[in-house]
């Protein structure tokens, strides 16, 4: 028996429940004729993409699947956008002002700029207001996309070392 699971068969089985939804499917005939689709079932159970109704052990232990239903997770799964889960899973990282200025901050005193050059800027900042803070920070991102091929290595570097 193959370990790896067959995607194809996945994928047909949670589109075909995927149109019964929100109704259950009758699996048993086809998971008794077809171990392998009762493998597949199994394994998208596992990972919440479908939920199966089964009965008692069958002689080698194994559960007899009767009936599946696609989750509302096994729907966005196989949507071309993500579904709702792609909407409702979008992260938004706030920075208050504060951070942004400590941030810009930071990086200017590390410059290799003369010292009264990085004391102007300091201040500057310092006494910037929201909306100023807003637009600079704007304009700071436009020069970092400007620059993207030029930061690539750097950015690679940075995620390589966020994977360890």
């Given at each position: 028996?193959?370990?790896?699971?067959?995607?194809?068969?996945?994928?047909?089985?949670?589109?075909?429940?995927?149109?019964?939804?929100?109704?259950?499917?009758?699996?048993?005939?086809?998971?008794?004729?077809?171990?392998?689709?009762?493998?597949?079932?199994?394994?998208?159970?596992?990972?919440?993409?479908?939920?199966?109704?089964?009965?008692?052990?069958?002689?080698?232990?194994?559960?007899?699947?009767?009936?599946?239903?696609?989750?509302?997770?096994?729907?966005?799964?196989?949507?071309?956008?993500?579904g709702l889960s792609a909407i409702l899973g979008v992260v938004t990282?706030?920075l208050d002002a504060d951070t942004i200025r400590q941030l810009i901050?930071?990086?200017?005193?590390?410059?290799?700029?003369?010292?009264?050059?990085?004391?102007?800027?300091?201040?500057?900042?310092?006494?910037?207001?929201?909306?100023?803070?807003?637009?600079?920070?704007?304009?700071?991102?436009?020069?970092?996309?400007?620059?993207?091929?030029?930061?690539y290595p750097q950015l690679q570097l940075f995620i390589d070392q966020?994977?360890?």
């Open positions: 028996m193959d370990a790896t699971p067959d995607r194809k068969l996945q994928r047909e089985l949670l589109e075909s429940l995927a149109t019964a939804y929100p109704s259950k499917v009758y699996v048993k005939k086809d998971c008794e004729a077809n171990p392998e689709a009762r493998r597949a079932l199994a394994y998208l159970s596992e990972h919440g993409l479908v939920t199966l109704t089964a009965a008692p052990l069958m002689d080698d232990g194994s559960l007899l699947i009767q009936d599946a239903k696609i989750t509302a997770k096994g729907i966005d799964f196989i949507a071309d956008d993500g990282i706030r901050e930071s990086r200017i005193a590390a410059s290799s700029l003369p010292a009264k050059e990085k004391k102007r800027l300091v201040d500057q900042l310092r006494t910037m207001r929201d909306h100023g803070l807003k637009h600079l920070v704007n304009k700071l991102l436009d020069v970092a996309i400007e620059k993207f091929p030029e930061l966020m994977k360890s």
